[in-house]
């Protein structure tokens, strides 16, 4: 089974572009890492990525590495909300909530902190998460609303985990990006995001994620060591967690060909894409309506199939890609992709 982009698949969808079907679908913003995600009809944006994604993440208070759903899949069941105060200093809150049944209160957190809020919290400064050190971070306390102590953030969210862990907000170390092998070159800065700014990924790759978990699934259907066939239903692409999910590209993995993009009206967005991207770990084996996670899929039938097409990591593999914003601006739902350069074109 392949799925092949040539140069009349390109063609077709060049026609897409050139008539303004190609549009965003979904713009999708993660707060707190690896918990769930909210989905946005607007989002600002600056060359960090967009606004409130990521800004946030939880770290074991020994030894300050930060904690993921790969590790702890029911992380994806915390459910943070953006409410917006205007008249707020800190610009309103980020609410924390939890499954009925975890006994675990909801809490919330300044949206904003303000420099004098900042100055009240502890600053760590050596967080790090896979193989990234040096990470920095404020280990959050209640919004002055709440009235609450200063360690309930904390409490709360150990509860929850099982263990002693700290919510902590962005510190102000730059965090620089690596370049990648197609943009040597490129110099974002990131919050607690694995790698990019932006994961964009359309709807027509995740019907072939879907075609594919299905194919394998009916291959191994009779194999006794793993015979688990996946409900492609429960693939939903907020399980790569993308930011930007597009459709009308009419073929699967046609972002694996763009290496720039602009996004309409939106003034000054480019995407600068080093294509298939998005590394394909654990983490989109979990169900973000559960908290379970599969040990074989997507994960297995994707290596089957996407393995080996970034030339930096042979040994991954992929879906989407990841992006880097050249300028500031408002993305929203409708939104037309153009393609401004393809790779290898």
């Not at 610009?91 to 909530?97: A, Q, T």
């Not at 760590?124 to 609303?145: A, F, K, L, R």
């Not at 009235?147 to 620089?176: N, T």
């Not at 092998?181 to 995001?193: A, I, T």
Request: glycine content about 6%; aromatic content about 8%; hydrophobic content about 35%.
């Amino acid at each position: 089974m392949e799925f092949i982009f040539d140069a009349k698949h390109q063609e077709s969808v060049n026609k897409k572009l050139s008539s303004g079907n190609v549009v965003v679908s979904k713009l999708l913003i993660f707060p707190i890492k690896s918990c769930e995600g909210t989905s946005v009809v607007e989002s600002t944006y600056t060359t960090d990525g967009l606004e409130f994604d990521r800004w946030w993440t939880i770290i074991d208070a020994s030894n300050h590495k930060l904690f993921t759903a790969r590790a702890i899949p029911k992380m994806v069941l915390i459910r943070p909300k953006v409410v917006q105060d205007p008249t707020d200093p800190d610009g309103g809150r980020l609410e924390i909530s939890f499954p009925s049944d975890s006994d675990c209160e909801t809490f919330s957190v300044p949206l904003r902190p303000t420099p004098s809020t900042l100055q009240q919290w502890t600053l760590v400064e050596d967080c790090s998460v896979h193989s990234m050190t040096n990470m920095d971070g404020y280990i959050t306390q209640p919004h002055s609303s709440s009235g609450s102590e200063a360690s309930l953030c904390s409490a709360v969210l150990s509860r929850f985990m099982g263990r002693p862990v700290h919510l902590i907000f962005k510190g102000p170390r730059p965090r620089p990006a690596a370049p990648t092998w197609s943009f040597e070159k490129l110099d974002p800065f990131v919050g607690y995001h694995d790698g990019y700014p932006l994961h964009v990924a359309s709807e027509e790759s995740m019907e072939g994620v879907k075609a594919m978990v299905k194919k394998w699934s009916q291959e191994h259907a009779e194999d006794s060591s793993d015979p688990q066939i996946w409900d492609t239903k429960s693939m939903v692409i907020e399980r790569y967690r993308p930011n930007i999910v597009f459709k009308g590209a009419v073929v699967p993995f046609a972002e694996d060909m763009w290496r720039e993009i602009v996004i309409s009206p939106a003034s000054g967005f480019k995407g600068n894409s080093p294509p298939s991207g998005a590394l394909i770990r654990l983490l989109p084996n979990v169900d973000p309506a559960s908290g379970l996670r599969n040990m074989s899929v997507p994960s297995k039938p994707l290596l089957k199939f996407r393995k080996g097409l970034d030339p930096g990591r042979p040994a991954f593999s992929c879906f989407g890609a990841n992006a880097v914003p050249a300028g500031e601006g408002i993305l929203r739902v409708g939104d037309v992709i153009a393609v401004k350069t393809w790779d290898n074109v």
